[in-house]
């Protein structure tokens, strides 16, 4: 019995010595792993993001342009992600993802801790089964590289992601958490972060359009981009996609009836690649894009870190006066004329060498200047074995009015190929706001990068007589006072020219009929210093020389500039600068930059009036007639002006036509010079350019909802006190010697007929 008794008290010390044990072992358990957890959360097993980070995650987010009708021009990006709103996804898209990816996610804080256990029992089991919860997902996303195979590092991740997941629950709601995950998942190929990119890239429309299908089958790649994707992979993708059907209908999101009829559907994939050079409006983004570096730098705008802003990853929204409608008929215009004109183009040159003579430098030129030139002399060729290889046939893909073609050509015969196509381009702006409504720099953006609205400059010719004109009437000339109109030396120059409109001819009637004659006489009468000096001060920020033939336009200017200063005639002399950029906001939608655009008097109001309907006389009756009565681009019946503009041998055509509220400009030549129409039937202005500006205004007034007004063009408040408008109640003749003539060799020669 007393053995017993001690075996008994022994057995009892022993149980509660276990029990000690066991609960400091417990306990001590619970504070490692509390300590554990700690360490994690202080980050000493690697930073966790701080609240700041989880308000502003570092992700390469593209820069948006915004046209004046809200809608994406573009974007600027190195990972091709915009981020979209709550509101913006469509009911589908969240309904396919919490049925497929956390069926509990509106009833768990962050971590699903029932699914975690049962993931851990399955994977001990053989059965490898994903735990993460859609907040865990979200956390790796933000701020994890990749998932890690090493399982002890792969341990410390998953407790990272646990933490911030946690966090995240506690810091925002469930629906930006939904916001924030589609916003930062990959969809693996074609440069494609984010639902908006991803909606666009495979079905070509936007997150609140998608269908249950369509969001299905995005959802159902998050599962493998590569393994699932609708394009590499199909009948994989289908069958994911009905299996994310399927959930959905499960959790009741979508009715049988809807499940059946969403599964027959085939993918339907849409698919539209990023590329910079795609899209609406090309040059225009390119030159907004150095336009905005300069204006930060200029205006020292940078981050509140005080580092500069990255247009290619910091999501600012860029807002432009630039119409999305406007741009596409703009383009279209382009397209549809210079189709045709290059196919005359053709014709002129199919049996004949245009590399020759004068231009036998040319395709020496051009080759130097080629960036297969470049990448040879930098690999150490000599230039006759550089030479060597521009003769020798290997894969080309070529521009053509009827798309690209693929090829074996040359590289040489590439640049004969590529210096015979016309190149074009075309600025449409309000002329009272500044604002640009329309911006095509070239013909393809691909094959032709470099932008002719405001980076190319050319020879003028007859588009700058009017500046001629408006110093005249501002300083006592008035549009009926009549001039010399025949041929006269000035010094060593003699202009070239015919008389049309008769001799002496009113102000008016000279600019109706672009005569030379009467231009270079009315120069030399109030000088060539005051006229560039206006010139300038309307916008031309070319060099203007001080001599007489730049009454003919000898100098070189931008189409930029050019439509800027036709816009104070149309603004009653005031002269307002073309507007790219209304403003810009961070990716938080604060403001950082406005646009104040520059705004000065460079005209009296009367004699911008007086320009005005002068160049109302162009369209009616005169040079830019064609727009009345030509069925191919004409018919336009409202009040228009306007003046055309050829250069020597017909290389450069321009059109600027004037309405109330927009003043556009066309500008139509070959890349260089000495390759050009032989006839003016074709090559003078009226022809190469003005039917673009036609085609153009007929799309444009076309379209009820743009409200361009067809009315005339508003007289100056005060109306006209200081000339007379009316030419058959007026008689005055300005000239010296009207008769005098000579034939002196000429320096300066405009197209024959001065157009």
């Not at 079905?203 to 393994?227: H, Y």
């Not at 906001?585 to 007086?610: Q, R, W």
């Not at 321009?654 to 003043?663: A, D, K, M, S, Y």
Request: aromatic share 12%; proline share 4%.
């Amino acid at each position: 019995m007393k053995r017993e008794s001690q075996s008994s008290k022994l057995t009892e010390e022993d149980v509660k010595r276990y029990t000690r044990n066991y609960w400091k072992f417990l306990l001590g358990m619970i504070a490692f792993v509390a300590l554990f957890l700690v360490s994690v959360r202080v980050g000493l097993f690697g930073k966790l993001p701080t609240f700041k980070d989880l308000e502003n995650p570092k992700s390469n987010l593209a820069s948006e342009i915004i046209t004046d009708d809200n809608r994406v021009l573009g974007t600027y990006y190195v990972h091709n992600r915009s981020n979209v709103k709550y509101s913006e996804l469509s009911p589908f898209l969240v309904e396919a993802l919490v049925s497929t990816e956390d069926k509990r996610f509106y009833e768990h804080s962050g971590i699903d801790y029932s699914r975690t256990f049962s993931t851990v029992l399955l994977t001990l089991g053989g059965n490898k089964q994903g735990g993460s919860t859609i907040t865990q997902q979200l956390a790796l996303n933000l701020f994890g590289e990749s998932r890690a195979r090493n399982p002890i590092k792969r341990i410390m991740q998953k407790l990272q992601e646990w933490i911030t997941a946690v966090r995240l629950e506690r810091n925002y709601t469930k629906e930006e958490i939904i916001m924030m995950y589609f916003n930062t998942v990959d969809f693996g190929a074609y440069n494609t972060y984010g639902i908006k990119s991803g909606a666009r890239t495979y079905f070509n429309t936007t997150p609140d359009k998608l269908t249950a299908d369509q969001a299905a089958v995005l959802v159902q790649m998050l599962k493998g981009t590569s393994m699932y994707s609708p394009v590499s992979n199909p009948e994989k993708a289908l069958a994911r996609r009905n299996l994310v059907l399927q959930n959905m209908r499960d959790q009741n999101f979508i009715s049988s009836e809807e499940f059946e009829k969403s599964k027959e559907k085939p993918l339907g994939i849409k698919l539209t690649k990023a590329n910079y050079g795609d899209g609406l409006a090309p040059y225009f983004r390119a030159v907004l894009k150095e336009e905005i570096k300069k204006e930060f730098q200029r205006l020292a705008i940078t981050k509140p870190d005080g580092t500069p802003y990255d247009l290619d990853r910091d999501g600012l929204k860029i807002y432009t006066p630039i119409n999305y409608k406007m741009q596409q008929y703009a383009e279209e215009a382009q397209k549809e004329w210079m189709k045709k004109l290059q196919n005359e183009f053709d014709k002129q040159w199919r049996r004949r060498n245009a590399f020759t003579g004068k231009n036998a430098n040319l395709l020496v030129t051009g080759m130097k200047r080629s960036d297969r030139w470049h990448t040879l002399k930098s690999e150490g060729l000599s230039e006759k074995d550089i030479r060597k290889e521009f003769d020798k046939k290997v894969k080309m893909n070529l521009f053509t009015w009827r798309g690209n073609i693929d090829t074996m050509m040359t590289p040489m015969d590439s640049i004969k190929y590529t210096k015979l196509f016309l190149r074009n381009a075309m600025m449409s702006m309000e002329p009272h706001t500044g604002y640009i409504k329309a911006w095509v720099g070239g013909i393809n953006f691909e094959h032709f990068k470099y932008d002719q609205v405001r980076l190319g400059t050319r020879q003028v010719g007859s588009t700058a007589k009017p500046f001629v004109y408006a110093y005249a009437i501002d300083n006592g000339y008035g549009p009926c006072v009549s001039i010399p109109n025949h041929m006269r030396t000035y010094g060593d120059w003699t202009p070239k020219g015919t008389v049309q409109g008769g001799d002496p001819i009113t102000l008016k009637n000279a600019i109706k009929y672009s005569q030379n004659y009467a231009s270079a006489y009315l120069i030399s009468e109030v000088g060539a210093s005051s006229v560039a000096d206006l010139t300038k001060r309307m916008g031309v920020n070319s060099n203007i020389p001080n001599n007489l033939s730049i009454a003919l336009g000898s100098y070189d200017a931008s189409l930029f500039d050019m439509v800027g200063a036709y816009s104070a005639f149309v603004n009653q002399g005031t002269w307002v600068e073309p507007t790219m950029i209304l403003r810009i906001e961070d990716k938080n939608g604060a403001p950082i930059y406005e646009k104040a655009p520059k705004v000065s008097k460079a005209l009296n109001s009367e004699t911008a009036y007086a320009m005005v309907d002068m160049l109302k006389g162009v369209v009616d009756g005169g040079t830019g007639s064609r727009l009345r009565w030509d069925p191919n681009f004409g018919g336009l019946k409202n009040p228009i002006g306007g003046k055309t503009g050829t250069t020597n041998d017909n290389s450069d055509a321009w059109f600027i036509g004037i309405t109330p509220e927009l003043v556009t400009g066309v500008w139509t030549g070959a890349e260089d010079r000495g390759i050009s129409f032989s006839s003016m039937q074709y090559g003078q202005g009226a022809a190469a350019a003005m039917p673009v500006f036609g085609l153009y205004m007929r799309k444009v007034y076309a379209d009820k909802g743009l409200n361009y007004t067809q009315e005339d063009f508003p007289p100056p408040a005060g109306g006209i006190t200081r000339f007379e408008m009316n030419c058959s109640n007026f008689s005055q003749y300005y000239g010296r010697d009207p008769n005098q003539s000579n034939g002196s060799t000429e320096l300066m020669d405009d197209d024959r007929l001065g157009f």
